[in-house]
Protein backbone atom coordinates (compact mmCIF):
# COMPACT_ATOMS: atom_id res chain seq x y z
CA UNK A 1 0.00 0.00 0.00
CA UNK A 2 2.55 2.55 -0.16
CA UNK A 3 2.48 5.22 -2.02
CA UNK A 4 4.58 6.33 -4.71
CA UNK A 5 4.93 9.45 -6.28
CA UNK A 6 8.61 9.17 -7.58
CA UNK A 7 7.47 9.37 -11.29
CA UNK A 8 5.34 12.49 -11.12
CA UNK A 9 8.43 14.13 -8.96
CA UNK A 10 11.39 13.06 -11.59
CA UNK A 11 10.82 16.26 -13.04
CA UNK A 12 10.76 19.47 -10.21
CA UNK A 13 8.32 21.67 -12.60
CA UNK A 14 6.05 24.01 -10.88
CA UNK A 15 2.80 21.32 -12.52
CA UNK A 16 4.53 18.36 -10.85
CA UNK A 17 5.20 19.56 -7.56
CA UNK A 18 1.19 20.92 -7.85
CA UNK A 19 0.27 17.45 -8.54
CA UNK A 20 2.29 15.82 -5.61
CA UNK A 21 0.51 18.32 -3.21
CA UNK A 22 -2.43 17.95 -3.88
CA UNK A 23 -2.63 14.04 -4.02
CA UNK A 24 -4.94 12.40 -1.74
CA UNK A 25 -3.63 8.73 -0.56
CA UNK A 26 -1.00 8.95 1.56
CA UNK A 27 -1.38 12.79 1.59
CA UNK A 28 -0.82 15.64 4.66
CA UNK A 29 -4.43 16.46 4.00
CA UNK A 30 -5.93 12.63 4.87
CA UNK A 31 -3.70 12.38 8.24
CA UNK A 32 -4.86 15.32 9.71
CA UNK A 33 -8.20 16.35 8.53
CA UNK A 34 -10.14 15.15 11.19
CA UNK A 35 -7.58 17.02 13.98
CA UNK A 36 -7.92 20.61 12.01
CA UNK A 37 -11.49 20.18 11.80
CA UNK A 38 -11.74 19.48 15.16
CA UNK A 39 -9.22 22.60 15.88
CA UNK A 40 -11.12 24.77 14.25
CA UNK A 41 -14.70 24.20 15.87
CA UNK A 42 -13.17 24.97 19.13
CA UNK A 43 -11.27 27.56 17.85
CA UNK A 44 -14.78 29.20 17.09
CA UNK A 45 -16.66 27.68 19.77
CA UNK A 46 -14.14 29.38 22.49
CA UNK A 47 -14.84 32.85 20.56
CA UNK A 48 -18.55 32.30 20.02
CA UNK A 49 -18.61 31.67 23.67
CA UNK A 50 -17.60 34.81 24.86
CA UNK A 51 -18.89 37.10 22.65
CA UNK A 52 -22.37 35.34 23.41
CA UNK A 53 -22.35 34.37 26.61
CA UNK A 54 -19.29 35.89 28.34
CA UNK A 55 -18.47 39.15 27.30
CA UNK A 56 -20.05 41.86 29.86
CA UNK A 57 -20.74 39.43 32.34
CA UNK A 58 -19.72 38.41 35.73
CA UNK A 59 -18.12 35.52 34.46
CA UNK A 60 -15.69 37.44 31.93
CA UNK A 61 -12.96 37.76 34.97
CA UNK A 62 -13.08 34.24 35.22
CA UNK A 63 -12.62 33.77 31.24
CA UNK A 64 -9.90 36.27 31.10
CA UNK A 65 -7.85 34.73 34.57
CA UNK A 66 -7.95 31.20 32.74
CA UNK A 67 -6.68 33.11 29.37
CA UNK A 68 -3.48 35.02 31.20
CA UNK A 69 -2.72 31.51 33.05
CA UNK A 70 -1.71 30.08 29.19
CA UNK A 71 -0.70 33.35 28.00
CA UNK A 72 3.09 32.81 29.23
CA UNK A 73 2.72 28.81 28.48
CA UNK A 74 6.18 27.26 27.04
CA UNK A 75 4.88 25.05 24.71
CA UNK A 76 7.03 25.42 20.98
CA UNK A 77 10.59 24.16 22.18
CA UNK A 78 9.66 21.58 24.07
CA UNK A 79 7.11 20.28 21.40
CA UNK A 80 8.97 20.74 18.55
CA UNK A 81 12.22 18.78 20.76
CA UNK A 82 9.91 15.67 21.13
CA UNK A 83 8.48 15.54 17.69
CA UNK A 84 11.90 15.71 16.30
CA UNK A 85 12.80 13.12 18.62
CA UNK A 86 9.89 10.87 18.04
CA UNK A 87 9.77 11.17 14.26
CA UNK A 88 13.67 10.59 13.94
CA UNK A 89 12.84 7.38 16.05
CA UNK A 90 10.22 5.98 14.02
CA UNK A 91 11.33 6.38 10.73
CA UNK A 92 14.84 4.83 11.27
CA UNK A 93 12.47 1.86 12.32
CA UNK A 94 10.71 2.13 9.45
CA UNK A 95 13.58 2.07 6.82
CA UNK A 96 15.81 -0.44 8.99
CA UNK A 97 12.30 -2.70 9.18
CA UNK A 98 12.55 -2.52 5.32
CA UNK A 99 15.82 -3.64 4.84
CA UNK A 100 15.37 -6.50 7.14
CA UNK A 101 12.52 -7.89 4.72
CA UNK A 102 13.49 -11.03 3.19
CA UNK A 103 14.27 -11.73 -0.62
CA UNK A 104 14.33 -15.36 -1.49
CA UNK A 105 15.27 -15.38 -4.85
CA UNK A 106 19.34 -15.40 -3.43
CA UNK A 107 18.68 -18.84 -2.18
CA UNK A 108 16.98 -20.18 -4.89
CA UNK A 109 19.71 -19.62 -7.67
CA UNK A 110 22.41 -20.23 -5.09
CA UNK A 111 20.65 -23.66 -5.23
CA UNK A 112 19.76 -23.81 -8.61
CA UNK A 113 23.63 -23.32 -9.39
CA UNK A 114 24.73 -25.36 -6.95
CA UNK A 115 22.52 -28.20 -7.50
CA UNK A 116 23.87 -31.32 -8.87
CA UNK A 117 21.02 -33.30 -10.77
CA UNK A 118 23.20 -36.27 -11.45
CA UNK A 119 23.11 -37.22 -8.02
CA UNK A 120 19.33 -37.71 -8.17
CA UNK A 121 16.23 -38.92 -10.54
CA UNK A 122 14.51 -36.58 -12.88
CA UNK A 123 11.43 -37.51 -10.68
CA UNK A 124 13.14 -36.73 -7.43
CA UNK A 125 15.12 -33.53 -8.62
CA UNK A 126 11.21 -31.94 -9.65
CA UNK A 127 9.85 -32.79 -6.10
CA UNK A 128 13.33 -31.44 -4.24
CA UNK A 129 12.62 -28.45 -6.44
CA UNK A 130 9.14 -28.11 -5.55
CA UNK A 131 9.34 -29.27 -1.51
CA UNK A 132 12.46 -25.66 -0.97
CA UNK A 133 10.23 -23.33 -3.36
CA UNK A 134 6.89 -23.83 -0.88
CA UNK A 135 5.68 -23.86 2.82
CA UNK A 136 3.88 -27.38 3.60
CA UNK A 137 1.44 -25.58 5.66
CA UNK A 138 -0.39 -28.92 7.42
CA UNK A 139 2.73 -29.88 8.67
CA UNK A 140 3.34 -26.18 9.99
CA UNK A 141 0.36 -26.19 12.11
CA UNK A 142 0.76 -30.03 12.86
CA UNK A 143 3.99 -28.72 14.82
CA UNK A 144 4.83 -29.46 18.09
CA UNK A 145 5.21 -25.84 18.90
CA UNK A 146 2.97 -23.37 20.55
CA UNK A 147 0.46 -21.96 17.80
CA UNK A 148 0.90 -18.44 19.09
CA UNK A 149 4.73 -18.96 18.87
CA UNK A 150 7.17 -17.65 15.91
CA UNK A 151 7.22 -20.57 13.23
CA UNK A 152 8.89 -18.61 10.35
CA UNK A 153 12.54 -20.55 10.54
CA UNK A 154 11.01 -24.35 9.93
CA UNK A 155 10.14 -23.96 6.90
CA UNK A 156 14.14 -22.97 6.50
CA UNK A 157 14.65 -25.79 8.76
CA UNK A 158 13.06 -28.14 6.19
CA UNK A 159 15.14 -27.13 3.61
CA UNK A 160 18.00 -27.20 5.30
CA UNK A 161 17.51 -30.93 6.62
CA UNK A 162 16.20 -31.55 2.62
CA UNK A 163 19.97 -30.64 1.18
CA UNK A 164 21.91 -32.09 4.33
CA UNK A 165 20.41 -35.65 3.80
CA UNK A 166 21.81 -35.66 0.19
CA UNK A 167 24.98 -33.76 1.53
CA UNK A 168 27.71 -36.43 0.84
CA UNK A 169 31.75 -35.78 1.64
CA UNK A 170 35.21 -37.70 1.21
CA UNK A 171 34.66 -40.76 -1.07
CA UNK A 172 30.79 -40.55 -1.69
CA UNK A 173 31.42 -36.62 -2.87
CA UNK A 174 30.42 -37.49 -6.87
CA UNK A 175 26.96 -38.59 -5.19
CA UNK A 176 26.37 -35.54 -3.46
CA UNK A 177 24.01 -32.43 -4.04
CA UNK A 178 26.50 -29.94 -3.69
CA UNK A 179 30.45 -29.72 -2.98
CA UNK A 180 31.71 -28.56 0.69
CA UNK A 181 32.50 -25.44 -0.36
CA UNK A 182 28.97 -25.02 -1.89
CA UNK A 183 27.39 -26.39 0.70
CA UNK A 184 28.82 -24.14 3.03
CA UNK A 185 27.84 -21.32 0.92
CA UNK A 186 24.39 -22.08 1.02
CA UNK A 187 23.77 -22.75 4.23
CA UNK A 188 25.74 -19.48 4.88
CA UNK A 189 23.10 -17.53 2.71
CA UNK A 190 20.10 -19.39 3.88
CA UNK A 191 20.82 -18.20 7.96
CA UNK A 192 21.24 -15.34 6.29
CA UNK A 193 17.49 -15.04 5.41
CA UNK A 194 16.59 -16.92 8.35
CA UNK A 195 18.24 -13.79 10.72
CA UNK A 196 16.58 -10.80 8.55
CA UNK A 197 12.99 -12.57 9.18
CA UNK A 198 13.96 -12.67 12.83
CA UNK A 199 15.05 -9.41 12.79
CA UNK A 200 11.78 -8.52 11.20
CA UNK A 201 9.68 -10.20 14.28
CA UNK A 202 12.17 -8.21 16.51
CA UNK A 203 11.03 -4.73 15.40
CA UNK A 204 7.35 -5.76 15.96
CA UNK A 205 8.09 -7.86 19.12
CA UNK A 206 10.12 -4.58 21.09
CA UNK A 207 8.09 -1.40 19.67
CA UNK A 208 9.21 1.92 20.90
CA UNK A 209 8.08 2.59 24.60
CA UNK A 210 4.55 3.38 25.10
CA UNK A 211 5.01 6.32 27.19
CA UNK A 212 7.11 7.96 24.45
CA UNK A 213 4.34 7.54 22.52
CA UNK A 214 1.40 8.38 24.62
CA UNK A 215 3.74 11.98 25.74
CA UNK A 216 4.07 12.70 22.38
CA UNK A 217 0.21 12.22 21.84
CA UNK A 218 -0.97 13.92 24.69
CA UNK A 219 1.32 17.03 24.32
CA UNK A 220 0.58 17.97 20.44
CA UNK A 221 -3.10 17.85 21.71
CA UNK A 222 -2.89 19.58 24.57
CA UNK A 223 -0.43 22.25 23.09
CA UNK A 224 -2.96 23.18 20.36
CA UNK A 225 -6.30 23.53 23.02
CA UNK A 226 -3.62 25.54 24.72
CA UNK A 227 -3.03 27.69 21.63
CA UNK A 228 -6.47 28.28 21.09
CA UNK A 229 -6.91 29.92 24.09
CA UNK A 230 -3.54 32.14 23.91
CA UNK A 231 -5.26 32.96 20.14
CA UNK A 232 -8.80 33.85 22.31
CA UNK A 233 -6.44 35.82 24.38
CA UNK A 234 -4.48 38.24 21.63
CA UNK A 235 -7.90 39.19 19.82
CA UNK A 236 -9.73 40.55 23.63
CA UNK A 237 -6.27 42.25 24.30
CA UNK A 238 -6.73 43.94 21.04
CA UNK A 239 -9.96 45.09 21.67
CA UNK A 240 -11.25 43.87 18.11
CA UNK A 241 -13.88 41.63 17.73
CA UNK A 242 -15.64 40.20 14.41
CA UNK A 243 -14.90 36.73 12.81
CA UNK A 244 -12.26 39.06 10.47
CA UNK A 245 -9.87 39.19 13.69
CA UNK A 246 -10.71 35.23 14.27
CA UNK A 247 -9.68 34.53 11.21
CA UNK A 248 -6.72 36.80 10.95
CA UNK A 249 -5.16 35.53 14.21
CA UNK A 250 -6.43 31.64 13.12
CA UNK A 251 -4.19 32.20 9.89
CA UNK A 252 -0.83 33.12 12.08
CA UNK A 253 -1.26 30.00 14.33
CA UNK A 254 -2.23 27.33 11.35
CA UNK A 255 1.16 26.52 9.97
CA UNK A 256 2.83 25.71 12.82
CA UNK A 257 -0.59 23.71 14.48
CA UNK A 258 -0.55 21.83 11.15
CA UNK A 259 3.38 21.02 11.79
CA UNK A 260 2.82 19.75 14.67
CA UNK A 261 -0.05 17.71 13.69
CA UNK A 262 1.72 16.80 10.78
CA UNK A 263 5.09 14.95 12.22
CA UNK A 264 2.52 13.92 15.13
CA UNK A 265 0.83 11.73 12.30
CA UNK A 266 3.83 10.45 10.49
CA UNK A 267 5.18 9.11 13.67
CA UNK A 268 1.85 7.05 14.18
CA UNK A 269 1.55 6.03 10.60
CA UNK A 270 5.47 4.25 10.55
CA UNK A 271 5.67 3.10 13.75
CA UNK A 272 4.69 0.14 12.62
CA UNK A 273 4.63 -0.86 8.97
CA UNK A 274 2.53 -4.17 8.80
CA UNK A 275 -1.24 -2.64 9.19
CA UNK A 276 -3.61 -0.93 6.63
CA UNK A 277 -2.11 2.54 6.54
CA UNK A 278 -1.56 4.23 2.87
CA UNK A 279 2.64 3.81 3.10
CA UNK A 280 2.47 0.76 5.20
CA UNK A 281 4.26 -2.32 3.42
CA UNK A 282 2.61 -4.25 0.88
CA UNK A 283 2.94 -7.30 2.92
CA UNK A 284 0.34 -9.37 0.75
CA UNK A 285 1.93 -8.13 -2.64
CA UNK A 286 5.92 -9.42 -1.16
CA UNK A 287 3.92 -13.04 -0.87
CA UNK A 288 2.67 -13.25 -3.96
CA UNK A 289 5.81 -11.95 -5.51
CA UNK A 290 8.50 -14.59 -3.55
CA UNK A 291 5.66 -17.10 -4.53
CA UNK A 292 5.60 -16.16 -8.49
CA UNK A 293 9.24 -15.92 -8.32
CA UNK A 294 10.52 -18.72 -6.50
CA UNK A 295 8.08 -20.94 -8.97
CA UNK A 296 9.99 -19.13 -11.94
CA UNK A 297 13.56 -20.03 -10.40
CA UNK A 298 12.94 -23.25 -9.23
CA UNK A 299 9.39 -24.71 -11.10
CA UNK A 300 10.69 -23.44 -14.81
CA UNK A 301 11.05 -26.70 -15.99
CA UNK A 302 8.12 -28.28 -14.25
CA UNK A 303 4.45 -28.31 -15.08
CA UNK A 304 3.24 -27.60 -11.34
CA UNK A 305 3.61 -24.78 -10.04
CA UNK A 306 2.70 -23.21 -6.61
CA UNK A 307 0.26 -20.75 -5.96
CA UNK A 308 -0.86 -18.58 -3.36
CA UNK A 309 -4.44 -20.36 -2.84
CA UNK A 310 -2.38 -24.10 -3.55
CA UNK A 311 0.09 -22.86 -0.71
CA UNK A 312 -2.53 -22.04 1.64
CA UNK A 313 -4.60 -25.61 0.99
CA UNK A 314 -1.43 -27.26 1.59
Known amino acids: MSVNYSLDAATASAFAIFIILFRL ?9 REMLGWTVLIVFLYMVYVNLLKG ?7 KLLIDMTKDVPTDGT ?12 LTRWQDTFKCLAWPENVAFL ?12 HEAKCLNRSVARDEVNLLKSSRLNANSPHYWVPIDWIVVLIRSRYKSGR ?25 TGDV ?5 VPLPLALFQSLTIFVYSTLIVNCFQMQGRIITS ?15 LPF ?58
Request: aromatic residues 14%.
Open 111 to 122: YKQYCNKKAMTE
Open 201 to 205: LSYDW
Open 57 to 63: SEYEPYY
Open 25 to 33: KGSLWKLIW
Open 172 to 196: HAKDSIMTEVQYKTFITEINKLRGR
Open 257 to 314: SMLYLSFQRISQVIINPFGQDDDDFEVQYLIDRHIKVLNEILCSDDNETISTSESGKR
Open 79 to 90: LTFLLSYMTYNS
Open 239 to 253: GKSGFSELFVESMST
